[in-house]
C-alpha cells in the first residue's frame, strides 16, 4: 500500500517477509537492539501485546510478521513519529492488527484497562536526561531519558500485564541494577537475562531481559551473544536471529 512520505524520510527494507518502514533522515532510526529484543521475545497465538515507546513502530511490525498476535498496540509520545510508525503500519497492510496510540506511556491506565495484555515490550532511552542537550528533539527524547525513566517504563509493564504475563526489555548494562530493583517492586521478576557484546573481547554493550508477573525469585543467565566475529563479520548466532522466522511459543 502506498503511503505519503514526508520531507527528509525514506523507506527501508527490513530484509523480512517484505516488511518496510519509514524512517526520518534527520532522526533517530532504529538499531540492532530493536531487532535483538523482537526476537528475543516469546509470544503466543492470539496474545495480546503492547510496545511501549514504540519509535517509529520497528518492534510491533516485526512481531506482526514473526507472531500470530491477536492484537497488537504501540505507544508513543512524540507526534511526529507517531505518525510516521502509523503510517509504517498502514504502508505493511497491518492496520487491522497494530494500533499506534499517541501517548504518554505513563498514562495507559487511562487508555487500557489494567491486567489485561498477555506480553509488554520496552525499548526504552538509554541514557540519563542531565541539563541541556544539543540534538534535535526527536533524537534526544529517543536516546535520553526526558519523558520516561526506567520505573515508568517498568511499572506501566506491570499496571497492563495480566499475572505470569512476560515483559521483554533491551538496556544497557549499566542499568542492571535499576531494571532487577524495579521490576521487583513493580512485582515482575527477571527470569532470563542475556548480555550482548560487540565482540568476545569487548564488555556487553546491551542486555535483554524477560520478566514474568508474579513469578518466584529464580534468573537465568543465558550464553552471552557476540555480534561480530575476529573477521568483523556477523556471528553465527546473530545471523540466526536475523533469519529467525518465528518468535511464536506454545
Not at 29 to 44: M, R, Y
Not at 51 to 67: E, F, H, N, Q, V
Not at 78 to 91: F, G, N, P, Y
Not at 154 to 171: E, H, Q, T, Y
Amino acid at each position: 500500500m502506498e503511503v505519503k512520505l514526508l520531507e527528509n524520510e525514506r523507506i527501508d527494507d527490513l530484509q523480512f517477509e517484505g516488511l518496510k518502514i519509514i524512517q526520518s533522515t534527520d532522526g533517530f532510526c532504529f538499531g540492532i537492539d530493536a531487532v535483538l529484543l523482537s526476537n528475543f521475545c516469546k509470544v503466543k497465538k492470539n496474545s495480546k501485546l503492547i510496545d511501549l515507546g514504540t519509535g517509529t513502530g520497528i518492534i510491533p511490525i516485526l512481531l506482526a510478521g514473526k507472531s500470530n498476535a491477536k492484537e497488537i498496540y504501540a505507544i508513543e509520545i512524540q507526534d511526529e513519529v507517531a505518525d510516521m510508525a502509523k503510517r509504517s503500519v498502514k504502508l505493511n497492510d497491518l492496520e487491522d492488527r497494530v494500533k499506534v496510540i499517541n501517548a504518554d506511556l505513563k498514562d495507559v491506565t487511562d487508555i487500557f484497562e489494567k491486567y489485561t495484555f498477555d506480553v509488554v515490550t520496552s525499548n526504552p532511552p538509554y541514557m540519563h536526561s542531565k541539563g541541556l542537550i544539543n540534538e534535535n528533539d526527536k533524537k534526544a527524547i529517543s536516546r535520553h531519558s526526558i519523558k520516561c525513566d526506567v520505573e515508568d517504563v517498568i511499572k506501566a509493564a506491570s499496571d497492563l500485564l495480566k499475572p505470569n504475563g512476560r515483559f521483554f526489555m533491551v538496556n544497557r548494562p549499566n542499568r542492571l541494577v535499576d531494571m532487577m530493583y524495579f521490576g521487583r517492586k513493580h512485582n515482575l521478576e527477571a527470569k532470563f537475562v542475556r548480555f550482548v557484546h560487540s565482540r568476545e573481547t569487548k564488555a556487553p554493550k546491551l542486555i535483554l531481559v524477560e520478566y514474568a508477573k508474579y513469578a518466584k525469585a529464580e534468573a537465568k543467565i543465558m550464553d552471552p551473544l557476540y555480534i561480530y566475529d575476529d573477521e568483523n563479520k556477523y556471528t553465527k548466532d546473530i545471523m540466526e536471529i536475523y533469519e529467525k522466522k518465528s518468535v511464536e511459543v506454545k
